[in-house]
């Protein structure tokens, strides 16, 4: 174990990196780290958006000696009893509920407060209120790079799950509510919007699937506005045509012709072949 990094951290060759339970064994500062961009990361892309100390949620020693406790008990508690406890079912679909109805609320806030500086602008404010909703997942990047783990291709924003897409689309109706554009009450809004995401993320959790309400949806509306290429469908119809022989491939590059000395040491072999 070594609590600054030092030479027991550095990998060999063909090591892989450690994972959240190893690397709370070799360097437990660093796990900390990790858990509290986990817990504040919401609240650190937003006070970056808006130009304000990224630390300053530090400053609530309640919540991160809060934090703390529950990131000790996670991968210190004898017998692992606390991990256990909280991902048996019953209870995680209790915490999951409770996620969802903060999530909510902080998207409704980071609207709010976003607003508060910039009244008309529409996308500071969607900007602001997306990474409270999924700020977690959009700084997951980062917090690898903390593990040692670089997986460029695990980029929330290019694979986006359900929380981040309907953080996405929740900060959107809240800016529309906040601009007077929706005619919905504040607090209604925070109903009809927490009531959906408890609804499908226990759902979901409950039925360990990884699929996203959104998916039907996007099915229909985005081959429409982004073109028939959505979801690799277009290249799989270009790959049809031309193992058939349609149009693709009447445009499909020609093999070079062959050079004048290739045609010739051709011959001088068949010439050879003969002889022999």
């Not at 903390?146 to 929330?156: A, D, H, Q």
């Amino acid at each position: 174990m070594t609590w600054g990094g030092g030479r027991p951290w550095q990998l060999g060759d063909g090591e892989k990196p450690p994972g959240a339970v190893e690397l709370s064994r070799r360097s437990p500062v660093a796990s900390w780290i990790c858990a509290m961009l986990y817990c504040f990361g919401s609240y650190i892309l937003a006070d970056l958006l808006l130009g304000e100390a990224p630390i300053d949620y530090f400053s609530n020693n309640s919540s991160v000696l809060l934090a703390s406790a529950v990131w000790y008990m996670i991968f210190f508690c004898p017998m692992n009893l606390f991990y256990k406890c909280v991902s048996f079912l019953p209870v995680k679909l209790i915490f999951v509920a409770m996620k969802e109805v903060v999530r909510v609320r902080k998207i409704a806030v980071g609207i709010h407060h976003a607003h508060h500086h910039y009244h008309h602008g529409w996308f500071i404010m969607i900007a602001t209120g997306w990474v409270k909703g999924s700020g977690v997942a959009l700084m997951s990047n980062f917090e690898q790079l903390l593990r040692g783990v670089w997986k460029p291709e695990t980029n929330e924003i290019l694979h986006m799950s359900f929380p981040t897409k309907a953080s996405l689309y929740g900060a959107i109706l809240f800016t529309l509510q906040q601009t007077r554009w929706l005619p919905i009450s504040k607090a209604n809004l925070i109903f009809f919007c927490t009531l959906f995401m408890v609804s499908c993320k226990v759902f979901l959790t409950a039925t360990h699937s990884h699929a996203s309400p959104f998916d039907t949806i996007e099915g229909f509306i985005c081959p429409v506005l982004f073109g028939s290429a959505w979801g690799g469908h277009g290249d799989h119809h270009h790959d049809d045509h031309d193992v058939h022989g349609g149009p693709s491939s009447l445009h499909a590059p020609q093999p070079p012709a062959k050079s004048k000395e290739e045609l010739n040491e051709g011959s001088r072999k068949r010439k050879a072949k003969k002889a022999e």
